[in-house]
């Protein structure tokens, strides 16, 4: 049997509720309905992460961030690599386009691929960014105006590749490869700070880019409000880079079928974490968020020979992903891996599957939040107020508003047996000594802090 190529399509901070199958009330994202059309999609997949340096564990080695040292370092080596053996076992050739500075090679995600491309768009901030006053200046119009008779733009630097360049620099690789392959591809534009950098041409509209940036900083860092038009330009503007990604989805989606590689090759289609829009009172994915808006993702399969148009309900995890894959490759699954494969959801008993809780965390080196999520309940637990949980009824209460921990005190404690599973599975992981962040050059750093994740 022939060997299926897979291609795992990651997007950032992309929100399981702004998609056109899942209802959402604008039109933007006609590619990624028809890849779900032609597909299974599974309306209840839980991030283990609420950040992506906390989500990816579980995507790419299907253990979570808490574990083997924690996530905030390089990739420990002693994580399973899933891709390692797709490479030795299965015979794939394997590489990964990155367009994050946290899954970069900085971090240790060039792990085991065979080839890894770090996509870094190498631009600076214009010199008057730097000197005293000069944000202030970058925010004014007639600064634009005077700029562009001069022949300059002075627009913000990307931040990330977008998502035309990553296609760019994938496609001729999977056109020239051997088969089969498996290739990841991560996509950073629905990632703050949603501006299609390529698109600000206009005076106004550079001014107003360097303003959001200005704003969101104060925003995530010092809890700056944010106004009703504020929020209607910051999801106008998410729209439009979600927009923009979908219809490089279908690009993608158009060189496989001109290429005959569609025809046998897996796509999963996956998002790290959502975005929060001031449901509690914050913008963004800040780390302290573990309600669905963050931990609930869209995730797609289009698995030659599987019929489309299939949707599953049942709860899983993204940490299911790799063990699904090693399964369609005919590959063995090591026990390190904690997910499991999702096969039998479509093809054999579902109860095969029998996983009932989903973990989703935030994880510090300083602290811990562990949400344990089912089809019925949520239940949140903080190290730093451990008697003071947090439980959700789901389907009376999708919204997660009001706790009721204190009058459900069984379900409190049969949920929390599985954050103490969690908790030795960190201590039972954990190195002699932690792993230090890596150095990260000045360009990283900038980036970053662009990206709201350094102040």
Known sequence: ??????????????????????????????????????????????????????????????????????????????????????????????????????????????????????????????????????????????????????????????????????????????????????????????HWPYHLEDELTKPKDIADAWADLSHLHEVNWHGAPVTPEQKARYIRLYEEAIAYTDAQIGRLMDFLDETGLADNTVIVLVSDHGEEFLERRHWGHVELNLYDEILKVPMLMRIPGVPGNQVIGQQVSTMDIMPTLLELAGCHIPEKVLGKSLVPLWDGDPADYGVEVAIGERWRDTSHMIAVRTEEYKYIWDDAKPDEPLLFDLRRDPEERNNIAAENPEVVEALHQHVDAQLERMRRTAPAEMSKEPVLDEEIVERLRGLGYVE
């Not at 399509?9 to 994202?29: E, Q, V």
């Not at 370092?73 to 299965?90: A, C, F, N, Q, T």
């Open 1 to 190: 049997m022939t060997k299926p190529n897979i291609l795992l399509l990651t997007i950032d901070t992309l929100r399981a509720d702004t998609l056109g199958y899942a209802g959402y009330k604008k039109p933007i994202t006609p590619n990624i309905d028809k890849l779900a059309s032609q597909g299974i999609r599974f309306t209840q997949a839980i991030t283990p992460g609420s950040w992506t340096q906390a989500a990816f564990p579980g995507i790419i080695t299907s253990t979570y961030a808490c574990m083997y040292g924690g996530c905030l370092g390089r990739l420990s080596p002693e994580r399973p690599s899933p891709v390692k053996i797709m490479g030795d076992e299965g015979g794939y050739e394997t590489a990964a386009f990155s367009t994050s500075p946290l899954l970069s090679r900085t971090y240790g995600y060039d792990r085991k691929f065979q080839r890894f491309n770090d996509l870094n768009p190498g631009e600076k901030s214009p010199k008057i960014r730097g000197i005293k006053g000069g944000q202030a200046l970058l925010r004014r119009p007639i600064v634009h105006q005077i700029a562009k008779l001069f022949g300059q733009n002075w627009r913000p630097p990307k931040l990330y590749a977008t998502a035309a360049e990553l296609n760019d620099a994938a496609m001729p690789w999977l056109a020239s490869i051997g088969e089969p392959f498996m290739a990841w591809l991560h996509y950073m534009d629905v």
